[in-house]
């Protein structure tokens, strides 16, 4: 099979399509034929050397896809050849073919096709786990997710209104925003002309923001406390503004106020799989039934995942980059 490869850390040049040895799946495992994947902020982080997947698993990157079962791995029910899915991945989704533990499998929701449904598995997983099954959003709750313009962002955007809370997002330019609001976002905050602690503020009589979804890491620490209401959560899912912050302890503490960090890929199999059932009992049900939807924001051949690369390094996208395969 062809997978893209990278025989070098380094710039989108560094993703090579090359032939590679056909994976076998296991025990509990399914092998998936590809027919599109989604690039995530983590694949550029592993060509550029700083997120190497973890020991014995897929070298290429890609943490979903959608395709159809090809073969099923001893013990493996409930699936059969031929079923269109789609994967949350630790890896290998930039591929032809890739194994799957089968708990990791979601069927394709109706009414999306088997394309798009690459777009759906690690932005649902990654919200509804840290935004519901952490931070616990409650109705009436006011949500605030940096970046809402995003893969993650037009998601959690959409999950959060389903479930009754106000939401409010950061993004950095108008027609980012304006889109938000047709996902339904009630306070839009242009981070390069304004400051989203003044902005929440001014909204909630200096009440603040009851849940904090938070991409950037060490550069919105502080901020981030400081914009969270009593009894606020912030949770932290990645770190493209640093690893290393300052934290005013009184001020978390004055707030009893709760930060939690988490990642999907390195999770044991059976918390990622407990993640995925309760996406499809939860979050499938909404797409099915027209209230959240997958946001792509263009589809390129898998040959081509370099320029994907670049077009989320430039941030010029809004929801999800794919990859196809004929």
């Not at 509804?128 to 940096?146: D, I, K, Q, T, Y």
């Not at 409010?168 to 002309?193: H, M, P, Q, S």
């Not at 009440?207 to 938070?214: E, F, N």
Request: hydrophobic content about 45%; proline content about 6%; charged content about 20%.
């Amino acid at each position: 099979m062809y997978a893209i490869t990278i025989p070098e850390p380094g710039g989108p040049e560094a993703l090579l399509w090359a032939e590679v040895p056909d994976p076998v799946p296991g025990e509990g495992e399914v092998l998936v034929e590809v027919v599109s994947s989604a690039v995530n902020r983590a694949d550029l982080l592993q060509r550029q050397g700083f997120y190497n997947p973890p020991a014995g698993s897929s070298p290429y990157p890609g943490l979903e896809c959608a395709g159809r079962i090809a073969a099923l791995g001893p013990g493996v029910g409930g699936w059969s050849v031929g079923d269109e899915v789609c994967a949350l991945l630790v890896g290998g989704g930039y591929a032809e073919k890739v194994v799957v533990p089968a708990g990791q499998l979601l069927p394709v929701p109706r009414g999306v096709d088997l394309v798009t449904a690459a777009a759906l598995p690690e932005v649902t997983c990654t919200v509804w786990s840290n935004v519901f099954m952490v931070a616990n959003l409650r109705p009436g709750e006011l949500f605030l997710v940096h970046g809402g313009s995003s893969g993650i962002g037009t998601m959690a955007i959409q999950l959060a209104k389903a479930v009754g809370a106000k939401v409010a997002v950061t993004a950095g330019t108008k027609e980012k925003l304006d889109f938000c609001a047709e996902l339904g976002a009630d306070i839009l905050i242009n981070y390069r002309e304004q400051d989203f602690v003044e902005e929440i503020r001014e909204n909630t009589a200096g009440g603040g923001a009851d849940v904090v979804l938070d991409n950037m890491g060490a550069k919105y620490l502080g901020r981030n406390v400081d914009v969270l209401a009593t009894n606020g959560r912030l949770a932290i899912i990645g770190m493209q503004g640093g690893v290393k912050g300052e934290l005013n302890i009184a001020t978390l503490l004055g707030k009893r106020g709760a930060i939690t960090a988490t990642t999907l890929r390195a999770r044991p199999l059976a918390e990622k799989a407990a993640i995925v059932a309760a996406v499809r009992e939860h979050v499938w049900p909404l797409i099915e039934g027209g209230h959240v939807r997958p946001v792509v924001d263009r589809t390129l051949p898998m040959a081509d995942a370099a320029q994907a690369h670049r077009v989320l390094e430039e941030s010029g996208h809004i929801g999800k980059v794919l990859l196809t395969l004929p």
